[in-house]
């Protein structure tokens, strides 16, 4: 059994929702982390990230709250099994917090994982989320 990732990370004067539609809406995910997504937000859709570089299916969702996904890199061998993320969204003081939970990465891709989340993620959607509140 491969260890639990488990992050949060706050993103102050936004809602839940906000987070939520960078993560479900295409366009909106592909300009916060600059790659091109295309997302399938129906439960039983497909979703690919990063070019392609991430892939899987959406597994469940509860709008603008959480989301359940199959999740795998296009790097991972044939032979390894999806893993499974599961991302829940809540006010926080100051705006929301991403909850983070991703089980099955595999051994050898844990550490890219982990570390690939704030790194492609949190932080981008931190200068994302920073500069469209600007021009607002």
Known sequence: ???????????PKVKPADLYA??????????ATGMPAKISAKVGGKW?????????????VVPNRMIVQS??????????PDSVLIVHFEKSAGGATAHLTHVG???YDLDGV?????KYYWE?????????KRSA
């Not at 890199?73 to 390894?80: R, Y």
């Open 1 to 11: 059994m491969t260890p639990v990732v488990e992050q949060d990370f706050s993103f």
């Open 22 to 31: 960078l993560f479900m809406d295409s366009a909106k995910h592909s300009a």
């Open 48 to 60: 690919s990230a990063f070019g392609g570089m991430i892939l899987g299916k959406t597994l469940a």
């Open 71 to 80: 999740w795998r890199s296009s790097a991972w061998k044939k032979a390894d």
């Open 105 to 107: 990465v595999p051994q």
């Open 114 to 118: 982990t570390q690939g989340w704030k």
């Open 124 to 132: 981008p959607w931190k200068v994302y989320l920073a500069k469209r």
